[in-house]
């Protein structure tokens, strides 16, 4: 098929590459030139594992890139995977995927025939019917349902492993409004996916397609949050979290996942959809009391390892190191990074603090210059008087001589990657 994708950030680039590495001929569609340049050139924008290489085997042949927006018109299918930033007090900002969806219909305006537009972009149903749908019907002057289709395909995929999860998906949900040919175009779409792997489809309305994105976003966060306020009681108890974990995730209506106890959860989607649900929520005067607990209990966690802290050392001019910055091992993604909260909470404490991170270094630099950053773990832990780990990278579980170089060997982890080891004062979060 040929298939465009605007927007060209995490969820569109992977996007675009995996659907030409499914044999489809795809146009990214971006407003940023210097993006636009490197996917012609083979390269991303973004650090994802297992990107790189679709997009260099597939740029200038079965995977190009423009600015035109008119170049949606020759294809059979657009998706819009546009941004959608969350604003102070927590709702979505839709402004630039009304934009884009403007432009798509007015590209599509004079074309003959059937054009379907999928949003991928996590949007609120509200936002769907009352205003996207709007804007692409009075954009191109044409029905929904009728000379176009609009359907909700949420995207499931992790940073870090986004994809195979785009290859390999637990599920592909569909949400359309009677439309038969938007579902024949999307089936044929995923065909491979659906043959080879037997993955289970939704075929569902858009509303309900986009409150699943929410649902299921809110669902893994308040799991996550769960099992640290639980792990905070067990902390108080000289219990093992990690141990309780291991039992009750033998249990199938639990499950093992997300029963990593820690110092919580971040990135560009949890936090923002889990805000996004409650402040639409408000507006229908509805307070939703788990969601809003899960967040609270967030929130908690890298003051928590701050108060651990406390116990072990006065950093009061000493150097600390913050080890992890990214949100997650395997990107550099800082949005909703814990380290944030820990570095400003050092810093009120007058530490003078050092950081490392294997890929998000850099981009932490930007929002904050005044820390030091440095290339590896033993420089970061060299003369420190205290280590707080934030991230779980792999290479932290192989550390050992390199804390002998600590001028005061207190270690508080927030991810379990440390081992305890004799002359190592160590704390767990929540063991």
């Known amino acids: 098929m040929n298939v465009s994708v605007v927007g060209s950030g995490y969820v569109g680039t992977t996007l675009a590459a995996c659907l030409a590495d499914l044999g489809h001929d795809v146009t990214a569609i971006d407003i940023d030139e210097e993006t636009v340049d490197r996917l012609n050139e083979g390269e991303t924008t973004i650090h994802e594992p297992g990107l790189d290489p679709l997009v260099s085997a597939y740029a200038g042949t079965s995977l190009q890139a423009t600015t035109d927006h008119a170049a949606a018109v020759d294809t059979d299918l657009t ?8 604003r102070e007090d927590g709702s979505i900002d839709p402004t630039a995927l009304l934009a884009a969806a403007e432009d798509v219909g007015e590209a599509i305006a004079d074309k003959d025939g ?26 191109s002057g044409k ?40 579902l024949d175009r999307l089936a044929e779409l995923y065909e491979p996916l659906i043959t080879d792997w037997d993955v289970p489809t939704v075929e569902t309305g858009r509303k309900e397609a986009a409150m699943i994105k929410y649902a299921n976003n809110t669902f893994l966060a308040a799991k996550i949050s769960l099992i640290n306020d639980l792990g905070n009681v067990c902390k108080e108890f000289g219990v093992d979290t990690y141990e309780v974990a ?35 929520a408000n507006e ?5 009391a788990m969601v809003e607990a899960a967040i609270e209990i967030n929130e908690v966690q890298p003051q928590r390892l701050l108060a651990l802290l406390d116990d072990h050392a006065d950093v009061d001019g000493k150097r600390v190191a913050v080890m992890g910055l990214a949100f997650k091992p395997g990107t550099d993604d800082i949005r909703g990074s814990r380290a944030k909260p820990v570095i400003e909470g050092l810093q009120d404490r007058g530490a003078d603090v050092v950081a490392y991170d294997p890929l998000a270094a850099d981009v932490m630099a930007e929002e904050y210059p005044d820390v030091e950053y440095v290339e590896s773990a033993a420089e970061a832990l060299d003369d420190a008087h205290a280590a707080a780990f934030v991230t779980d990278w792999p290479e932290f579980a192989d550390l050992d001589d390199e804390f002998d170089a600590m001028a005061d060997p207190v270690v508080v982890d927030g991810r379990r990657i440390v081992s305890r080891r004799e002359g190592l004062t160590y704390e767990g979060l929540t063991w």
């Open 79 to 86: 998706f819009l995977a546009v941004e959608t930033p969350a």
């Open 114 to 139: 059937y054009h379907l537009v999928v949003v991928k972009s996590t949007v609120l149903p509200n936002v769907i019917e009352e205003e996207l749908v709007p804007t692409i019907e009075d954009a």
């Open 143 to 182: 029905v929904a349902g009728e000379d176009i289709g609009i359907a909700v395909n949420p995207e499931f995929q992790r940073e870090g492993s986004a994809v195979d999860d785009f290859m390999n998906p637990d599920k592909i949900v569909v949400g359309t409004e009677d439309d038969g040919q938007a």
């Open 246 to 280: 291991d039992a009750i995730g033998l249990d199938d209506r639990i499950g093992a996942k997300f029963l990593q106890s820690g110092v919580g959860w971040g990135g560009s989607c949890f936090p923002k959809d889990t805000a996004a649900l409650v402040s639409a």
């Open 284 to 288: 229908e005067d509805y307070s939703p």
